[in-house]
């Protein structure tokens, strides 16, 4: 009789055991975490209540734990947090670009929808920011302004990029030298004064890009052959391409020189 106790005591035991085990494995998973902005950059599409002076747009661009934010004038950057609905932003430091006319106010605008912990949304690739005096939605930079192929546009040079600066001058502004490079791989453009010819060779991934260039000789100003002198070392031989939207980033490791360029709008 004691035997038969033992064995029904361990029965039973292992039956509660079971149910535990049994119960457990119901519990219901952890929620996944919140997807926020972080890694990704937006572009403003609408603002209700205060507009962006100038006009705009607002760019964000979230990545490790900071935020890049231009509204047509300087670049403010700062620490960024999502806390539950809320972004919260460290201290912001700013650019000192002159702006003219109502560009000069950007900064304020920016750094102040920063600032006011704007409550945040973000549902597929839109994000809507909210504070007290306005709401700005904005679409993922991807698709409101999708990338343009290297090969088939016309690219005008904005900045000269040197060791440590990225370079730009009223003389650049007024001759803007441009490159084109065709289906075939042939290279067409300007370096603001002497023709360009040759060749280029597009990686499949875009990421290098291997010039052979030729140009005219004539004589020009001083200020624009500087200019034809660094396209010359920016576009010999092997560099590394960038695009961003509308704006394509050279940059040549053996001559330690690039160029910015942004896309002409097709004719």
């Known amino acids: 009789m004691r035997a038969t106790v033992k064995v029904g005591f361990v029965i039973a035991a292992i039956a509660a055991a079971a149910g535990c085990s049994s119960d457990a494995g119901d519990d219901p998973a952890p929620p996944a975490p919140q997807a926020t902005p972080m890694g990704r950059t937006f572009l403003s599409t609408a603002v209700q209540g205060q507009a962006i002076p100038g006009g705009g747009p607002l760019e964000l661009r979230f990545f490790d734990g900071r935020v890049s934010a231009s509204a047509g004038c300087n670049t403010s950057n700062g620490e960024a947090r999502f806390k539950a609905d809320v972004l919260e932003v460290g201290q912001l430091g700013t650019t000192l670009l002159g702006c003219p006319g109502a560009r000069a106010q950007a900064d304020e605008w920016q750094n102040s929808l920063?600032?006011?912990?704007?409550?945040?949304?973000?549902?597929?690739?839109?994000?809507?920011?909210?504070?007290?005096?306005?709401?700005?939605?904005?679409?993922?930079?991807?698709?409101?302004?999708?990338?343009?192929?290297?090969?088939?546009?016309?690219?005008?040079?904005?900045?000269?990029?040197?060791?440590?600066?990225?370079?730009t001058s009223a003389a650049l502004n007024r001759v803007q030298p441009t490159i084109l490079i065709d289906k075939d791989g042939k290279v067409t453009g300007s370096g603001g004064c002497n023709r360009l010819t040759g060749s280029a060779e597009v990686a499949k991934d875009g990421a290098e890009i291997t010039f052979r260039l030729g140009s005219t000789k004539m004589?020009?100003?001083?200020?624009?052959?500087?200019?034809?002198?660094?396209?010359?070392?920016?576009?010999?031989?092997?560099?590394?391409?960038?695009?961003?939207?509308?704006?394509?980033?050279?940059?040549?490791p053996a001559t330690d020189t690039g160029l910015v360029l942004r896309a002409r709008p097709a004719s």
């Open 114 to 167: 920063l600032k006011a912990s704007p409550h945040w949304k973000l549902e597929g690739n839109t994000l809507t920011l909210a504070t007290a005096d306005r709401t700005v939605t904005l679409l993922d930079k991807k698709e409101a302004k999708p990338d343009k192929p290297i090969v088939g546009t016309t690219w005008a040079v904005t900045s000269l990029l040197q060791p440590d600066a990225a370079v």
């Open 219 to 252: 004589m020009c100003e001083k200020d624009v052959m500087e200019i034809e002198n660094h396209l010359t070392r920016a576009l010999g031989g092997t560099v590394t391409a960038a695009v961003d939207a509308d704006t394509l980033t050279l940059e040549n």
